[in-house]
T-cell receptor
């Protein structure tokens, strides 16, 4: 059974710092890995999707990498801003559309 | 630009009531999903559907049923609501291509409280 772990559970940084969020998964037979952002009481917003054949994806200040063989992904956020404060979740699609989610990392960026 | 719409953001129901949570997507997605999200337990899959009238159980289907009569609509039904079904319910949809490019798109969530 696929298991997805995100460490740390919470992270607090001063504004302007670059930071890395981690995601690990136990079964490397994945279709893709997706990073999401969730604001309190809201739904999930897709940030980046990395297909299993890809190594990384970039969108603005965000860069996500995937190392399928080691079962790891990182989300790099450059020049963090208070508006980046949210919970970040990763999910791996392993079986015809079904995804397994990590518990998320709650990020606080202090002004 | 709304893509996945959940009909109710907040609901308060009484124990034993029948509850319907509706989800509509306008992206012509084949796959639709219902998750619940609880503190400390993360997102857990309740049911999903690959096509109209098709449904499969997820990890926690007990106490729930679903209906998909039209491609764009996926309903979650709580036949007899219980207090342990108080939760945030999230609907999602995606294409069904086996390419790994299926972006999972979520609705805004429905916060259900059962008294």
């Amino acid at each position: 059974k696929q298991e997805v772990t995100q460490i740390p559970a919470a992270l607090s940084v001063p504004e302007g710092e670059n930071l890395v969020l981690n995601c690990s998964f136990t079964d490397s037979a994945i279709y893709n890995l997706q990073w999401f952002r969730q604001d309190p009481g809201k739904g999930l917003t897709s940030l980046l999707l990395i297909q299993s054949s890809q190594r990384e994806q970039t969108s603005g200040r965000l860069n996500a990498s995937l190392d399928k063989s080691s079962g790891r992904s990182t989300l790099y956020i450059a020049a963090s801003q208070p508006g980046d404060s949210a919970t970040y979740l990763c999910a791996v699609e392993t079986n015809a559309g079904k995804s397994t989610f990590g518990d998320g990392t709650t990020l606080t960026v202090k002004p | 630009d709304v893509k996945v719409t959940q009909s109710s953001r907040y609901l308060v129901k009484r124990t034993g009531e029948k509850v319907f949570l509706e989800c509509v997507q306008d992206m012509d997605h084949e796959n639709m999903f219902w998750y619940r999200q609880d503190p400390g337990l993360g997102l857990r899959l309740i049911y999903f559907s690959y096509d109209v009238k098709m449904k499969e159980k997820g990890d926690i289907p007990e106490g729930y049923s679903v209906s998909r009569e039209k491609k764009e609509r996926f309903s979650l039904i709580l036949e007899s609501a219980s207090t342990n079904q108080t939760s945030m319910y999230l609907c999602a949809s995606s294409f069904a291509q086996n390419s790994g490019a299926n972006v999972l798109t979520f609705g805004a969530g429905s916060r259900l409280t059962v008294l």
